[in-house]
């Protein structure tokens, strides 16, 4: 991820000029019946960054505020007016996009599209798409390529020591340590996440999503393929169900997602008959669909390298983070305060073994696969992004991953790092859940800097397997400093080896509850002491000789505030 990168690609890509993978045409190329119409501006808008209730949901609206992000020309929509003239002259808007400032539109000939560019306020056209096939009449299918060889092998349930009874799917949470979130309390509440995917085939029915369905946690639906809002039919591609389980399933005892308590958004935005680039800005429709409807995070199992029209190709240079149309979306979601978590890819054991875009993106966490033990998966993509970033930055179990069976009740094990990324970005909302005055950048760093190989990250699986409860502990990590209030003055020695003095300062005279425990929550030692008011108090903690090296928690508790301070027991 690269923050402050990030914002001079924005700056870039708001201006009159757009940027993109391809020069400027106004010729109609052969089988391409869609392009990207590229406006030059947002004049005699009548939306204004001051009044943004008018084209932004409160929720989204407050995720800007939470983070400091402000409302700017990129958010305002795109002008009517100038949608209304390309209209006219016979094409078929297929779509608009606020952040890039135009229209995907499909054209019968030349002489439409030439009439289209000729319009004053159009800066150009791009081709990006064909005729759209018929429903199963498309020989092309980009999940088939996903190694699922034991797919339908028998799984047996596992004993779950843990509060909840994740069957089979214990491995896949216990993995990034999320079990303990999860015994927390966090579960995913109050957090939005949309997915951006191929098909939510039975959804609707299927037994693992009733407790979405009963509780309304599914909020909308949209294609953005066939333009429409149904998802669930029989006709569509179930590879989204399967994704959607690894957060959402809930059922006892078989498979229990990593944030079955969040709420969620499921959008199609990939065309499974057919590969063009024309995908990749439906998938910048559907971003810009989550970020307007207040969506927290976002998962894609979804990427694109090579497509039906090999003129339209991307190339390892161009996954350098920023050039793709799915990668400069990526980074305007994360630029709004979204998390977005991207599949690597499932290319490592062909002649393109790299990430796909929009896993290259700079500010998105990519994310790998491994196999139950943690071993790198043979198939998954790898780094780095020509750019140089560190991709994938992480990895979770996407080789044998438990999902639901999208043609039973019952549950399947399928490999893929689409089933990696949404196993972690589920853990993603429930870490934000517990931190939420932090932005998104803070969250996704946290989550890295937490992961095996942090000090050492490599091509395959970046930082490595994150650690979700060291994660949530460090962000709880809080220097105070002093004040007329209450505050934590010392504590020592740090490293501790039998005894720890702590000196703090009470405002007032109260019960101050001293704790020390590990980094999964478990208390090692806890007392209470009475504090004298307006004075310093000064506690000796004895008899910690036993305890076992390694990193614990103080943390010293008021009736109104929380210090916590890490230490090491050597």
């Excluded at 990430?355 to 700079?362: E, L, Y």
Aim: net charge negative; glycine share 10%.
């Amino acid at each position: 991820m690269k923050p402050a990168f990030l914002k001079s690609v924005i700056l870039l890509i708001i201006g009159v000029c757009f940027i993109g993978p391809f020069s400027w045409g106004q010729t109609v190329s052969v089988g391409i019946s869609r392009y990207w119409i590229q406006f030059k501006d947002k004049n005699n808008s009548p939306y204004s960054v001051t009044t943004p209730s008018a084209f932004l949901s409160a929720r989204s609206i407050q995720r800007r505020l939470n983070q400091s992000i402000p409302i700017t020309f990129t958010d305002l929509p795109v002008n009517q007016s100038y949608v209304d003239s390309v209209a006219a002259t016979g094409a078929h808007i297929h779509l608009r996009s606020k952040w890039f400032n135009g229209v995907v539109v499909k054209v019968t000939g030349q002489a439409q599209l030439t009439a289209i560019t000729n319009l004053s306020f159009v800066a150009g056209s791009l081709p990006v798409g064909g005729i759209k096939q018929a429903p199963g009449a498309g020989s092309y299918d980009k999940f088939r390529s996903v190694p699922i060889a034991d797919s339908h092998k028998l799984i047996s349930s596992d004993p779950t020591p843990a509060s909840l009874n994740y069957g089979p799917s214990l491995n896949q949470i216990s993995m990034l340590n999320g079990v303990c979130m999860h015994d927390k309390g966090y579960q995913g509440q109050g957090m939005v996440i949309a997915i951006l995917d191929a098909g939510f085939q039975h959804v609707d029915t299927l037994k693992a999503f009733d407790s979405l369905r009963v509780n309304n946690q599914i909020l909308g639906t949209h294609d953005f393929v066939d333009e429409n809002d149904s998802v669930y039919g029989a006709d569509r591609h179930f590879h989204g169900t399967c994704v959607l389980s690894c957060m959402g399933g809930n059922m006892p005892g078989s498979i229990i997602g990593t944030a079955p308590k969040a709420k969620y958004w499921l959008f199609i935005t990939e065309d499974i008959n057919s590969e063009y680039v024309v995908e990749e800005y439906n998938w910048a429709a559907g971003a810009e669909r989550a970020d307007s409807v207040g969506a927290d995070v976002i998962n894609t199992s979804l990427g694109y390298t090579t497509f039906d029209d090999t003129i339209l190709n991307h190339n390892y240079a161009s996954m350098n983070g920023h050039t793709t149309p799915c990668a400069r979306a990526a980074n305007f979601a994360s630029n709004k305060g979204i998390a977005v978590v991207c599949a690597a890819g499932n290319m490592g054991g062909t002649a393109w073994h790299y990430i796909g875009t929009p896993a290259d993106a700079d500010s998105v966490l990519a994310v790998g696969s491994v196999n139950s033990s943690g071993v790198y998966s043979s198939f998954s993509s790898e780094g780095p992004g020509s750019g140089g970033d560190i991709k994938p930055a992480v990895a979770s179990e996407g080789e044998g991953s438990i999902v639901a069976d999208w043609a039973s009740n019952g549950i399947l094990a399928q490999n893929g790092t689409s089933f990696a990324s949404p196993i972690m970005c589920g853990m993603v909302a429930c870490l934000w859940q517990a931190h939420p005055t932090l932005s998104n950048t803070q969250i996704l760093q946290a989550i890295e800097k937490s992961a095996t190989q942090f000090a050492h990250p490599d091509s395959m699986l970046g930082y490595g397997i994150p650690d979700f409860c060291l994660a949530n502990s460090s962000l709880g990590i809080h220097e105070v400093s002093v004040t007329d209030g209450d505050y934590l003055s010392n504590i020592f020695p740090n490293p501790f080896t039998g005894s720890l003095r702590v000196i703090f300062w009470s405002s007032q005279s109260q019960d101050v509850g001293v704790t020390l425990s590990d980094l999964c929550g478990r208390v090692i030692y806890t007392e209470t002491h009475r504090a004298a008011v307006q004075s310093y108090n000064n506690w000796v903690l004895s008899g910690l000789s036993p305890i076992p090296a390694g990193l614990y928690l103080l943390t010293v508790k008021t009736g109104n505030e929380v210090f916590v301070k890490k230490l090491v027991k050597e």
